[in-house]
């Protein structure tokens, strides 16, 4: 199986602080990337970071790579009460002709104002 | 910013009974997808469309499941006979290439409820 599985399953932190998040998948994988889900809602492509990278930024999120461990991270810098939702990393496999998304189960974060 | 429409925003049908659910993408978008999220479960892969014809699916898109692009918009998904399993949040999803360099723009889901 290629699956992601992230943790915590459930974060809960004040306005103001970091949120980290971690994935780990099984299989190589041609890139990983994370969506955020508000409750009940769509998802929302947030970052996406290739193989042959090892950290990207864009605004207050940061995510790193790690392929030796087969993980990966999501930090959220100066958390806000908007950021409340699911986060989900999803990879995609290196094997040729998929391109399908296999995600984790996710981390609930709940940022307390 | 260009938005993937999903219709309805929740259906509720009888077991044994055919849904369709529909999905507009992005309209230069090239690549089409379903994916489906049982409640408190992960998000599953069903199937992508690629040039009128399913390019991969998943050991859930069985024969009960068949996708159709029946005009330049609109992409969809029919259940045939559904079960109460297939009770579930579909999300369909589009991208420009095969393998999105920005990711994959979903739509906002519908709710199918099997009674």
């Known amino acids: 199986s290629q699956q992601g599985e992230e943790d915590p399953q459930a974060l809960s932190i004040q306005e103001g602080e970091n949120a980290t998040m971690n994935c780990s998948y099984k299989?190589?994988?041609?890139?990983l990337q994370w969506y955020r889900q508000n409750s009940g809602r769509g998802l929302v492509h947030l970052i996406l970071?290739?193989?042959?990278?090892r950290e990207k930024h864009s605004g207050r999120l940061r995510v790193t790579l790690d392929t030796s461990k087969k993980s990966s991270s999501l930090l959220i810098t100066a958390s806000r009460a908007a950021d409340t939702a699911s986060y989900f990393c999803?990879?995609?496999?290196?094997?040729?002709?998929?391109?399908?998304?296999?995600f984790g189960k996710g981390t609930k974060l709940s940022v307390i104002p | 910013e260009p938005e993937v429409t999903q219709t309805p925003s929740h259906q509720v049908t009888q077991m044994g009974q055919e849904v369709i659910l529909r999905c507009v993408p992005i309209?230069?978008?090239?690549?089409f997808y379903w994916y489906r999220q049982i409640l408190g479960q992960k998000v599953e892969f069903l199937v992508s469309?690629?040039?009128?014809?399913?390019?991969?699916k998943s050991e859930i898109f069985d024969d009960q499941f068949s996708v159709e692009r029946p005009d330049g918009s609109n992409f969809t998904l029919k259940i045939r006979s559904t079960k109460l399993e297939d009770s579930a949040m579909y999300f369909c999803?589009?991208?420009?290439?095969?393998?999105?360099?920005?990711?994959?723009?979903f739509g906002s889901g519908t709710r199918l409820t099997v009674v």
């Open positions: 469309f690629y040039n009128n014809e399913i390019s991969e």
């Open positions: 309209s230069n978008h090239l690549y």
């Open positions: 999803a990879t995609v496999f290196s094997g040729a002709g998929s391109y399908q998304l296999t």
């Open positions: 299989t190589s994988i041609n890139n």
């Open positions: 970071i290739r193989s042959n990278e």
């Open positions: 999803a589009s991208s420009e290439e095969r393998a999105p360099l920005y990711g994959y723009t």
